[in-house]
């Protein structure tokens, strides 16, 4: 499974369509979609929920610091 932030092959599957990312240190699920949905891993283990298609959130916070 290839990484969806950095494009890595090293993402390992952790759970039934769950993955973890060694490089970036994330972990996302992939839907029936084929939806992406990033998850930021805190210090303590707690995943913060990035949103489906990070670029668009990305996007949508460049748009609101202009
Ligand atoms: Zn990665």
Request: aromatic share 12%; proline share 3%.
């Amino acid at each position: 499974m290839y990484c969806p932030l950095c494009g890595s092959v090293d993402a390992g599957r952790v759970a039934t369509d769950q993955y973890y990312c060694w490089h970036c240190l994330i972990e996302f699920r992939v839907n029936s979609k084929n939806q992406i949905t990033i998850y930021y891993v805190e210090d303590d283990g707690s995943l913060v929920d990035m949103g489906v298609n990070p670029e668009e959130k990305i996007y949508a916070q460049s748009q609101k610091a202009t």
